[in-house]
């Protein structure tokens, strides 16, 4: 099982720290990937940080979001700055057991958080 929080009101150059916090799994045994899903939008591929500590990230966040992970809290982290009004949407960590390569691919996560809003104000 996957919680999301952290998310909120944040105004346009601000900053925010998600977290996601596993229970029935170990973070350092899965990829565990953001996600965000604006409405009208499909779910957007945003950074996977892998269970070796390896991260990816999408175009639209790369230098902006950072991921990581505290493994004695079993909790992963996604640390966004900068932010800009089209980040608002709802933003979802997910888990991928097999580890597979096609990290920005939904279908690759088996256990989903049950996501947490954040809306940019301009």
């Known amino acids: 099982q996957l919680q999301a929080s952290g998310g909120g009101l944040v105004q346009v150059g601000g900053s925010l720290r998600l977290s996601c916090a596993a229970s029935?799994?170990?973070?350092?045994?899965?990829?565990l990937g953001w996600f965000r899903q604006a409405p009208g939008k499909e779910r957007e591929f945003l950074t996977t940080?892998?269970?070796?500590?390896?991260?990816a990230y999408g175009d639209s966040v790369k230098g902006r979001f950072t991921a990581s992970r505290e493994n004695a809290k079993n909790t992963a982290y996604l640390q966004m700055n900068s932010l800009k009004p089209e980040d608002t949407a709802v933003y979802y960590c997910?888990?991928?057991?097999?580890?597979?390569?096609?990290?920005?691919?939904?279908?690759?996560?088996?256990?989903w958080g049950q996501g947490t809003e954040v809306t940019v104000s301009s």
């Open positions: 940080i892998r269970w070796s500590g390896s991260t």
């Open positions: 997910a888990a991928d057991e097999d580890r597979s390569v096609a990290i920005r691919d939904t279908r690759s996560y088996d256990y």
């Open positions: 029935g799994l170990t973070l350092n045994r899965v990829n």
